[in-house]
């Protein structure tokens, strides 16, 4: 009963994530009766937070829930679903960890590791002096043409192929923060939301029904919106409660 009452607010925050200047975007695996499904998070700028369980992890569940030819901007890990989004931001945390993978590898790969922690550096120093959205754009090719010169400088080392081919899978989408100010670099914001969901799946290991995900999803979405926008959940769940009961 919960659950239902809770549909009607999930599908307005459908909306809201749909018009919203950009969302946060996570997926992580969960069970249902045994069976491997997906959880998904969406986080808008303003922290509206969307929960979203279904048996697949492609494309097709961001079209569901962005609508079909949406040309919104989002910041997304380097799974290849988010390739159909138009307006990417790719997570620079996941690229940070990419290339420290390889530092024992070689001095070679130390010295990567270095330089791209250096861009990152350079990125955040950029972003936080909040710099005119003219200035964002003129420095936007600038820093992309320091990163292709990093690829071209390492390419000659097989024992990088791999953080290498990376870097150049997310060409046009290491800056696309630089466009939008307030937006993240990082999918931190995303990954934060994520977490209470994997700590529930710890506790109860896997849910028991498909009924039982979609009312969670409905109920879930509500109360981490409130948390993340500083609400109290139990009398913003009681409103809803009242209204639709």
Request: aromatic content about 10%; proline content about 2%.
């Given at each position: 009963?919960v659950?239902?009452?809770?549909?009607?607010?999930?599908e307005?925050?459908?909306q809201?994530?749909?018009r919203?200047?950009?969302?946060?975007?996570?997926?992580?695996g969960?069970?249902?009766?045994?069976?491997?499904?997906?959880?998904?998070?969406?986080?808008?700028?303003?922290?509206?937070?969307?929960?979203?369980?279904?048996?697949?992890?492609?494309?097709?569940?961001?079209?569901?829930?962005l609508g079909?030819?949406?040309?919104?901007a989002?910041?997304?890990?380097?799974?290849?679903?988010?390739s159909?989004?138009?307006k990417l931001?790719?997570?620079?945390?996941h690229?940070?960890?990419?290339v420290d993978?390889?530092?024992?590898?070689?001095?070679?790969?130390?010295?990567?590791?270095?330089?791209?922690?250096?861009c990152?550096?350079?990125?955040?120093?950029?972003?936080?002096?909040?710099?005119?959205?003219?200035?964002?754009?003129?420095?936007?090719?600038?820093?992309?043409k320091?990163?292709?010169?990093?690829?071209?400088?390492?390419?000659?080392?097989?024992?990088?192929?791999?953080?290498?081919?990376?870097?150049?899978?997310?060409?046009?989408?290491?800056y696309?923060c630089?466009?939008?100010?307030?937006?993240?670099?990082t999918?931190?914001?995303?990954e934060?939301?994520?977490?209470?969901?994997?700590?529930?799946?710890?506790?109860?290991?896997?849910?028991?029904?498909?009924?039982?995900?979609?009312?969670?999803q409905?109920i879930?979405?509500?109360?981490?919106?409130?948390?993340?926008?500083?609400?109290?959940?139990?009398?913003?769940?009681?409103?809803?409660?009242?209204?639709?009961?």
């Amino acid at each position: 009963r919960v659950g239902n009452a809770c549909k009607n607010d999930y599908e307005d925050k459908i909306q809201k994530i749909r018009r919203a200047k950009w969302r946060y975007i996570d997926e992580t695996g969960i069970k249902i009766n045994g069976e491997n499904w997906w959880l998904w998070i969406f986080r808008t700028d303003t922290n509206e937070t969307l929960v979203v369980i279904r048996k697949s992890r492609g494309s097709k569940v961001l079209e569901e829930i962005l609508g079909e030819g949406h040309k919104g901007a989002n910041i997304a890990d380097g799974w290849r679903a988010y390739s159909w989004i138009d307006k990417l931001q790719r997570c620079w945390a996941h690229l940070l960890r990419e290339v420290d993978h390889f530092i024992d590898t070689s001095e070679n790969g130390k010295r990567l590791s270095e330089d791209i922690h250096a861009c990152f550096k350079k990125l955040r120093d950029f972003l936080d002096r909040d710099p005119s959205i003219e200035e964002r754009r003129e420095n936007k090719a600038i820093f992309e043409k320091e990163l292709e010169d990093i690829v071209t400088k390492y390419s000659e080392f097989k024992e990088l192929k791999k953080p290498l081919t990376y870097i150049k899978n997310g060409f046009g989408n290491w800056y696309t923060c630089m466009l939008y100010p307030g937006m993240e670099p990082t999918n931190n914001l995303g990954e934060q939301a994520m977490r209470e969901h994997v700590l529930i799946r710890k506790i109860i290991g896997c849910f028991r029904s498909e009924k039982g995900a979609e009312n969670y999803q409905y109920i879930a979405s509500l109360l981490a919106t409130c948390r993340l926008q500083g609400k109290n959940g139990f009398e913003e769940l009681e409103k809803v409660l009242r209204q639709e009961l």
